[in-house]
């Protein structure tokens, strides 16, 4: 198949750890590199970010990418992308006069306004994925929330023009049904892990303490790192390293590491926390063997990365019981939820999971099971080729009965 992929501020090629630059960027990629191994015919769209960039790039995974003129060729951020999307619509209906593609797959809802514009255009299949909901945003952010007041409107719309929504988890369902979109049209596909590059054995970085938590995200605060330094003070003889942010020699100026150092200070931990900025991919399996305990503990979290990368290297994940994470994370097997900011059942979990190493050993072999047997990208993508073909044949259908 001839596969377009758009995903307007999640570049595959990014380097991630950055406010925009995260688990959608690697999504994108491995699903990308998947589907080329496959055999397919696979073209990301997304938009210019630099003047530099070239505008068609082959990656050495077999798929491509478009850097698409839509605004200036700068970092913007995502939530002020939407006045852009005209532009960027109207270089991908021009593309497809010449390389119309069999079927796209549009990731987070501009890209699906994008795609549901182009797709009715040329009569191609459409599928979707959103990553991340508005009303989800607005409900744990508040009048925080920077997503611009259409996004909500915007979401159904963009549903229910999709022939299929891909779901990466069993909330998103829910949250999808609550919205008025038909289950008949959604399945549930997760995210995967790269299970040869994640792996238990191999080099780890020595601990300075007796146990070690790691914990990796976009440095924001709703991923909960402050609540792992408020703990900190009731887990003796233990270290936090949190990878997160930009690189470290640009992380005096981030102003939630800031916060996060005078939270450690003020704690008495400063000396046990570290905060990494900005870990390369090829150094991230290591890291994570380092832990005793890798904890994902955000307010929310539309799917979640990290913790099956954990469990693929064998360590125990301590997860907060919020969207996709209670898919992935079984607790009492290959690790622990609990509540959302909850400090009192944070603290008294990592008590319990430090304090027993028969328990986590077994719970990292549990979870290295459970990502070799669901989670690798070569499934995850077979699985997604089946609803592309799916979308195939119900408009070929269509098209015959016309």
Same mark, same amino acid.
């Given at each position: 198949? %001839?596969?377009?992929?758009?995903? =307007?501020?999640?570049? !595959? ?6 406010v925009d630059a995260g688990g959608q960027n690697l999504h994108v990629a491995e699903l990308s590199k998947a589907l080329a191994a496959d055999g397919h015919d696979v ?8 003047? @530099? ?16 003129? #839509?605004? $200036? ?9 939407? !006045?852009?999307? #005209?532009? &960027?619509?109207?270089?991908? *209906?021009?593309?497809? %006069?010449?390389?119309?593609? *069999? ?41 925080? @929330? ?16 999709? @022939? ?20 008949? %049209?959604?399945?549930?596909? $997760? ?9 238990? *054995?191999?080099? +780890? !970085? ?18 909960? &790192? ?23 020699? +640009?992380?005096?100026? *981030? ?10 200070? +003020?704690?008495?931990? /400063? ?29 929310? =979290? ?16 301590? /997860? ?19 509540? !959302? ?14 304090? @027993? ?8 072999? /549990? ?36």
């Amino acid at each position: 198949m %001839r596969i377009a992929m758009i995903s =307007e501020h999640a570049n !595959p090629l990014a380097v991630l750890g950055g406010v925009d630059a995260g688990g959608q960027n690697l999504h994108v990629a491995e699903l990308s590199k998947a589907l080329a191994a496959d055999g397919h015919d696979v073209t990301v769209y997304t938009r210019q970010n630099a003047p @530099d960039q070239d505008r068609f790039v082959t990656t050495p995974q077999g798929y491509r990418v478009v850097h698409v003129p #839509a605004g $200036p060729p700068r970092s913007v951020p995502r939530d002020e992308q939407l !006045p852009h999307m #005209a532009a &960027f619509t109207e270089f991908v *209906d021009d593309h497809w %006069r010449t390389e119309k593609p *069999d079927v796209v797959h549009s990731h987070f809802w501009m890209s699906g306004l994008v795609a549901a514009v182009a797709a009715k255009r040329h009569g191609v299949p459409m599928t979707h994925t959103y990553h991340a909901l508005g009303t989800v945003k607005r409900r744990y952010q508040g009048k925080v @929330d920077t997503s611009p007041p259409s996004r909500i409107a915007t979401e159904r719309l963009v549903g229910r023009n999709a @022939d299929r929504i891909i779901a990466m988890c069993a909330d998103e369902v829910t949250e999808l049904s609550m919205m008025g979109l038909s289950k008949k %049209r959604i399945e549930i596909v $997760p995210s995967g892990v790269d299970c040869a590059r994640f792996v238990p *054995d191999g080099p +780890r !970085p020595a601990k300075k303490l007796e146990h070690r938590l790691v914990s990796v995200g976009r440095l924001v605060p709703r991923k909960g &790192f402050a609540e792992l330094i408020a703990v900190l003070p009731s887990l003796p003889d233990t270290e936090l390293v949190i990878a997160a942010g930009p690189a470290r020699a +640009r992380m005096a100026d *981030d102003p939630e590491a800031k916060r996060l150092r005078e939270l450690a200070k +003020r704690l008495g931990v /400063a000396g046990r926390v570290r905060l990494a900025g900005q870990v390369p991919r090829n150094r991230m399996p290591e890291l994570l063997r380092s832990a005793d305990v890798v904890a994902c503990v955000p307010w929310y =979290e539309p799917f979640g990365i990290v913790p099956l990368e954990a469990m693929a290297c064998g360590v125990p994940v301590l /997860a907060s019981s919020v969207g996709g994470l209670t898919d992935t994370v079984v607790d009492g097997v290959t690790g622990v939820l609990v509540p !959302p900011r909850r400090r009192a059942s944070l603290a008294a979990a990592l008590k319990s999971l430090l304090g @027993d190493p028969i328990k986590r050993t077994f719970m990292g072999a /549990a979870g290295r099971d459970r990502v070799e047997s669901r989670y690798p990208w070569s499934v995850i993508a077979a699985q997604t080729a089946r609803i592309y073909e799916s979308c195939l044949e119900t408009a070929q259908l269509a098209g015959s009965r016309g």
